[in-house]
């Protein structure tokens, strides 16, 4: 056998061999060699694998350790409360849950229609080779860092819409009974509703991605049948496509909803932080999220580092549960096409 | 019978202008970012940013200090969570495929990819910063090595799971341990797809800044020491974009630039690693 340059991997174990029977126990102890390390490794992989489980329960174990003294001041009062005063060390989480439900419902009110809209363009209307340049061009959407987008909220974005949009829906809405609540107060520029359409703009590949995915699943048989009866492309997507990819849209949807309740730094720059919950949608507000990035590496004193811990651990929760749903609802389509 | 032709043809007219509009207004804000980026970060981009260090409020300087820290950071994040992620990736897709296990990381791990990122910066916070008394580049590293690994999971198994099984019945059939299956058969054939990986992960972390915000904190000087605070493009951006300083500002749009084009051509060549894999 040669031995020269890369040797076949067969010749671990047989070039021992060469010298006939003479070799037999060089021939047995570089077996014995392989299966050890074969087995060595199967344990590391394994190992590997479990360290991602431990990975889990070691964020949720830190977070419950340092929320702690926290729940043993507030008790379950902390979910309830509004007040936020690092003077007083009173702590309640209120505040920071409501702005980011808001923030990420609205994000998603804006995102998920226009999302869809664009996969049904991809996949119904959109020639074959403008296809893949769109969809990287969407993708990459997804790939911009989140404080880039925080950025440009900040500086270009804001401004934009305090010029424009706030003051449109201040006339507009301003005199309306009861829409006169959620458009109050005067255009600042950040606030929860800049927020949320920032929000939009970075959940919104997500959801055209994955709903790209689920349409293309789509038996192009059902889609001709519904043609060959004389359907409009509406109503394709509407009464063939939709309710065939529901639970995978569904899914994507909560995947999006989950990136838009833990957004950091891009809704920190455009929320304006002031922890108090107004009606007024054009009013600066807080999120979990934001809250902790402002105020964690100046906190000082055990309870306020403990409180803004504990608001880590609502978050984690909240995000696991929707994150969870959002999974199981994708595995159950991806069972059904395979 | 005509009527209720026209209104379903106009019907599907308006839905069909309404996602065309859609598109053009997904595209239109990748453009629009994309254009305002280069208008604000060209403008300061010098070769003195790349020289010099992160300046004083209202003096001229550089962003070195910052670019060499967020280098040291992702490598070493890559390099601590790489390993990790192929071994597991792999045990789900090679030893495991069909262990009980292997179901559960995949749920866990898929939760871990879009799990908030400040989480993990609380995380390494818990675990690191507040028993080792100080913020340290090497707990940024750590919070990004966390994100970093469920990337590398996921890639790793579904690029495994897609080397035909005849390649590792053959091997087999030569008497091969799985060990060297995996390492020479399967790792080659899955290559391409699991360096993608490897780049995805590094774009997704060369862009993060909330875990970073309380675990390497940030630093204004030169440092390579990885126990002391070390500074990192992302969150200087963060303190200097929110400070009243304009040198800071202009700083800090440049600093964007360089990061985002960074991260796009990652996810480019990455995108290309893989498109010309597919064929074969």
Redesign the interface.
Known sequence: MQSTGRRP??D??LNGDAAGFGAMPARSKRLDR??W??A???Q??????????I??S??II??I??SLPAWRAFGFNFLIEDRWNPVTEKFGALAPIYGTIVTAFLAMLIAV???L??S???T???PLWLRRP?G??????A??????????G???FAPFLQQTLQPFLIEVFGYVPGLSLLFAGPPYGIGILTASLVLA?MV??FI?SISRDVFEAVPPVLKEAAYGVGC????V?RYVVLPYARVGVIGGVM?GL??A?????AV??VIGNAHRISASILAPGTTI?AT??NE??EAVGDLYTSS??AL?LI??AI??IV??AA?YLL?RIERRIG | MNRLYAA??R??AV??V??????T???G??AL?LG??LW?GLSGLSLSVFAEMTPPPGAAGGLLNPIMGSLILTVLAVLIGT???I??G???A???RYSP??S??R??????L???????G??I???MV?PMGHFSGLAGAVALA?IV??VV?RTTEDMLLLVPNPLREA?AA???????V?G?VCYRAAKAGMVTGVLLAI?RI?????PL??TA?NNQFWSLDLNAPMASL?VV??QF??SPYKEW?QL??TG?LI??FT??AL??IA?MLSATRKPS
Do not use: K
């Open positions: 991997v067969v671990l174990v392989l299966r390390g074969d060595l490794f199967h590391l992989t394994r190992a590997a694998a479990a360290g991602v489980l990975l889990l070691g964020v830190s977070l350790h340092g229609p226009v999302g809209l664009i049904v363009f991809l119904e209307l959109c769109i990287i061009a969407i993708e990459l959407l790939g911009i860092p989140s404080i880039i987008y925080g950025i440009w900040l500086f270009v703009i919104l590949p055209t409009t492309t509406w109503e997507v995947l989950g990136r309740l833990g957004e950091t730094m920190t720059f999220s902790i990035a964690f590496t803004l811990i880590g978050l984690f995000t696991f994150l969870a999974r595995l | 379903r043809r019907r599907n839905a069909m309404l996602s065309v509009a859609a598109t207004f997904g595209i804000w990748l970012i305002v980026l604000e390993p990790i992620g071994l597991a792999t045990y789900m090679e030893y495991g296990l292997t559960i990381v749920f866990i791990n898929d939760i871990l879009s799990a908030p990122s400040i989480v993990v609380l995380f916070y818990e675990v507040a966390v690994i469920p999971v091997a030569l008497g091969l341990p799985r060990v060297v995996i020479r774009a060369s862009g993060e800044t909330a915000l309380f904190l992302p951006i963060f974009a929110l500002q800090a749009w964007a990061i985002t991260v796009l996810s480019i995108r």
